[in-house]
């Protein structure tokens, strides 16, 4: 049988682009989940991986999608391996039993977990770029200026924070976490 497995690491990405590849790819049953890759104890491929068995396929679509780094890949793939089951990750082609198949795919999963590292690591130096100027702000940014709060908590003065909303698009809760902070001061 021709199992698929797709994965995305944040539950505000899509996993559909990967299931109609999978579609495509000819595979009867899709495992799919969003859940990090860096976690090991991801429910629905562990289950994909307790049921394959000798003369079945798992296809991914890319080997990012399977493990995050190359160790935790080797291992993965000599579990299949041992089981007598066939690899196929769509953007390295299928990865077979042999001393050949495996050196490349050793290959490729130590580029994998590198760019992995390298991502980080880019991010992470952006972070500390970004925190050395005077108006950095961790998290994301306000969506209404000062000067648009202000106007909408004199609004309230004569108007209900329903009629308040209706006019400015701001929140009932953004007005009141906007009041309190104002009350701190």
């Known amino acids: 049988m021709k199992y698929g497995y797709a994965r995305v690491s944040t539950f505000g990405q899509d996993l559909d682009g990967q299931i109609h590849i999978l579609e495509n790819e000819g595979c009867e ?11 090991t104890d991801r429910p629905q491929f562990q289950e994909l991986l307790s049921i394959v068995n000798e003369g079945d396929t798992i296809v991914v679509t890319r080997l990012d999608r399977f493990a995050r780094s190359a160790g935790d890949a080797i291992q993965v793939i000599r579990g299949l391996f041992d089981k007598g089951v066939k690899v196929h990750i769509l953007n390295m082609g299928l990865i077979e039993n042999t001393p050949t198949g495996k050196l490349i795919f050793t290959i490729m999963s130590g580029f994998a977990e590198f760019e992995r590292d390298m991502i980080v690591e880019r991010t992470q130096e952006g972070k500390a770029m970004a925190r050395q100027r005077d108006d950095f702000r961790e998290g994301r940014p306000n ?25 400015t698009g701001i929140s009932k809760s953004t007005l009141i976490r906007a009041k309190r902070k104002l009350w701190a001061k």
Do not use: R
Request: proline letters at 0%; aromatic letters at 12%; glycine letters at 2%.
């Open 29 to 39: 049953q899709i495992y799919s989940e969003k859940f990090t890759g860096t976690k």
């Open 143 to 167: 969506k209404f200026t000062k000067k648009q709060i202000e106007h909408a908590l004199k609004l309230l003065e004569s108007h209900s924070y329903k009629q308040v909303e209706d006019l």
